[in-house]
């Protein structure tokens, strides 16, 4: 099994930044992938950035220019630098990790708990 803990959430007025952090720990083969998700109340899961093994980035057009997605591969630990914050970024952004725990399984998806960021209105 994959943990992930996420840090750095908090109460931001607009225009403002956080960084949030997510560290992957346990018995962990490799990551394939490691990113952030985002839900807002009443909306779906949305990507907001996710970045692979290779250094291949995907990130959500409403992010791009403000975002910015970082990774440790050393330390299994993904960041997500958010500048210029607007109300509408107000979310739970959860971390999300592909990763493989044995070495002749498949990839699995492993989600954090979530952490809220709420952009000031």
């Known amino acids: 099994q994959v943990q992930l803990v996420e840090s750095g959430g908090g109460l931001v007025q ?7 952090s997510c560290a992957a720990s346990g018995t962990i083969i490799r990551i394939s992938a490691m990113g952030w ?6 909306r779906e899961r949305e990507l907001v950035a996710m970045l692979t093994s290779g250094g291949n980035t995907n990130e959500a057009d409403s992010v791009k220019g403000r975002f910015t ?3 440790d591969n050393a330390n299994n630990t993904v960041y997500l630098q958010m500048n210029s914050l607007k109300p509408e970024d107000t979310a739970v952004y959860y971390c999300h990790a592909r990763a493989r725990t044995l070495w002749w399984s498949s990839d699995s998806d492993y989600w954090g ?3 809220k960021v709420t952009v000031l209105s």
């Open 14 to 20: 607009p225009g403002g930044s956080l960084r949030l």
């Open 69 to 71: 997605i970082s990774r």
């Open 37 to 42: 998700y985002r839900q807002a109340p009443g």
């Open 113 to 115: 708990q979530g952490t």
